[in-house]
């Protein structure tokens, strides 16, 4: 499902499947004009697959949405660690 | 999330794997998980916390408060088929109630073990009588189900 991972300084970042704006380090285009993607989602659509860095249970890993196929997903955004509520 | 945390036995025996997301790195979440959330919930966090800290997941899944720099309080249910079938999002102050998400997410599954034959009517809970939508039962809802069921 999803494999430790090596731990490092270099910033590890989430990128979205079919996001191109996402993906690591794509030079910019020199034509000053910036292409915006704009992604939405709904029900009844499938959710945008994903990879980013994640902890779990003493271990650092890469979790990529899609591996989870096969099972219900809850996925539940917040804030930040450390908030109140 | 400690709520999360606390009931997330009661998530596995539905079969439902948690994924939480924040700004925070993994090395964050790690803290936050050793140092305050495990003293809330015996053993600690059991799902994964992912790190999105450019914020590109949370942007994906219209999450993203570009002014703050946060995540919304967006909760999404996603059928074993890849596909959302509930999303919810909230502004930061007011956190969620997770009785209520398992409560569509068990209605979810009973449509899918009918293969889309039943229906879970307002209020709907394990047990409660479903609908079963047909020719039989346009104009007839009210012989089957009223609002004191809900």
């Known amino acids: ?85 | 999330m400690s709520a999360v945390a606390a009931n997330y036995q009661k998530l596995q025996d539905l079969g439902v794997e948690v994924i939480s997301v924040s700004v925070d790195s993994h090395f964050v979440h790690k803290i936050w998980n050793d140092e305050e959330l495990s003293k809330m919930v015996e053993g600690g966090v059991p799902f994964h916390m992912v790190a999105d800290q450019a914020g590109n997941v949370g942007r994906a899944y219209g999450c993203w408060d570009e002014s703050q720099g946060v995540e919304l309080r967006g909760r999404f249910i996603i059928d074993p088929d890849g596909v959302i079938q509930a999303m919810e999002v909230m502004t930061p102050p007011v956190g969620r109630k997770l009785a209520e998400t398992i409560r569509q997410i068990q209605a979810f599954q009973h449509v899918r073990a009918t293969g889309g034959k039943e229906a879970c009517p307002a209020g709907w809970e394990p047990g409660k009588p479903t609908l079963t939508p047909g020719p039989d039962l346009v104009g007839n809802v009210w012989k089957v189900w009223n609002p004191s069921m809900e």
């Open chain 1, 1 to 85: 499902m999803s494999e430790e991972e090596a731990v490092s300084c270099a910033r590890v970042s989430s990128s979205v499947a079919g996001d191109p704006s996402s993906e690591t380090a794509a030079p910019a285009e020199s034509s000053g004009k910036q292409e915006v993607t704009v992604m939405s989602v709904r029900v009844g659509q499938k959710a945008p697959d994903f990879t980013a860095p994640a902890y779990r249970k003493g271990g650092f890993t890469s979790l990529k949405l899609s591996d989870f196929s096969g099972k219900w997903v809850m996925l539940c955004f917040y804030p930040g660690d450390f908030t109140f509520v």
